[in-house]
């Protein structure tokens, strides 16, 4: 079964090197650069919503052939959940690291840093007041997702509100959750452990 990998916000697919280098003894494993990241198309136009479409035109027409296990972190992670509630076919595991129900919260954007990015700063200008803005369908669209479901939350240390994960495990018709207390970036600060909760998971 094959494993696609779906990074975070700025993030590109090399981030999911050290996960991939140790999952791809086993298996077939694709990291995804999103729309606006590193060597992918960088279109200028942003959303979750265009993001999953990309992803699941990738799963449609020849990445993988058929149904893959789908692993996301934050923004990958909003869009994995998308992908598996519009085409539940196509998703047979689902893992989530650090993503909780979206909630409004403040909308002042981060400043731009400076030097060359590795992705279009039009992502954050304009994915981010999607997430900033609270909007209820959210909610529809995680309990739409029959998948078997893990969440791996980030502990206290994460700057995601950890009682917005539970509201998305709730939320799941099918959903677990495991917590390794090491921030946000769970897959780097935690590798073993984080590799050790996936593959138990996806075997199951």
Not at 80 to 85: E, I, L, T
Not at 131 to 141: C, K, L, M, S, T
Not at 148 to 159: I, N, T
């Amino acid at each position: 079964m094959p494993l696609v990998l779906l990074p975070a916000t700025a993030e590109t697919a090399e981030d999911w090197d050290l996960v991939a280098s140790t999952l791809c003894r086993s298996r077939a494993v694709y990291a995804v650069n999103l729309r606006g990241h590193g060597p992918s198309d960088w279109p200028g136009t942003y959303s979750i919503g265009l993001m999953a479409d990309d992803v699941t035109h990738l799963l449609d027409w020849g990445l993988t052939g058929g149904a893959v296990d789908l692993v996301g972190h934050s923004l990958g992670g909003l869009v994995a959940c998308q992908v598996a509630a519009a085409r539940p076919e196509l998703v047979r595991r689902l893992v989530l690291e650090d993503v909780g129900l979206l909630h409004p919260r403040s909308a002042d954007p981060p400043p731009k840093p400076a030097g060359v990015l590795l992705f279009d700063w039009g992502v954050v200008e304009q994915v981010r007041p999607e997430i900033d803005n609270f909007d209820p369908g959210w909610a529809d669209v995680i309990a739409a997702i029959p998948t078997p479901s893990l969440v791996v939350a980030g502990g206290h240390r994460s700057p995601i509100p950890q009682e917005r994960i539970d509201d998305l495990v709730r939320l799941l018709p099918n959903g677990q959750m495991v917590t390794i207390d090491a921030g946000h970036l769970v897959h780097a600060t935690q590798p073993d452990a984080f590799i050790h909760h996936l593959v138990t998971f996806l075997g199951k």
